[in-house]
């Protein structure tokens, strides 16, 4: 699993979360990070937490692309605007979850993301 987010506590706080349920995770700062590591083969979800109005970028759209082939994508976003939401969809993210919201809630849709894709 691929956690993305420039900040660190986010992406800190996402990892232990995810360890607690047994899942390996590796943490990233961009998406192009992600792209440029080698721990991405071996990736087969993604949590790319986004602040507001990143994804009306065209180059992080397409960054978003290539990190969401192949593997399933959940979108952690500050606003759940229509447009970042259509834009995440058609990047590949599979879901969407807005901020505020439980660990529960975001732990249990990495599973059943992780565990669609392994069965899929």
Same mark, same amino acid.
Do not use: W
């Given at each position: 699993?691929?956690?993305? /987010?420039?900040? @660190? ?10 360890? /607690? @349920? ?19 083969? @071996? ?10 109005? @990143? ?5 992080? &759209? ?16 500050? &606003? ?6 259509? &834009? ?9 979850? &807005? ?18 894709? /392994?069965?899929?």
């Amino acid at each position: 699993m691929a956690i993305v /987010s420039e900040d @660190a506590q986010f992406r800190q706080s996402v990892k232990e979360l995810v360890e /607690s @349920a047994g899942l390996k995770a590796n943490t990233f700062p961009t998406l192009q990070a992600v792209l440029d590591a080698e721990e991405l083969k @071996a990736c087969d979800c993604l949590v790319f937490h986004s602040e507001t109005n @990143a994804l009306n970028d065209p180059v992080q &759209q397409a960054r978003l692309r290539l990190v969401c082939a192949g593997r399933g994508g959940i979108l952690v976003t500050e &606003q759940g605007n229509i447009r970042t939401v259509v &834009q995440a969809l058609k990047a590949g993210i599979k879901d969407v979850l &807005q901020k505020p919201y439980r660990d529960r809630e975001l732990l249990k849709r990495i599973v059943n993301l992780d565990g669609n894709l /392994s069965h899929s």
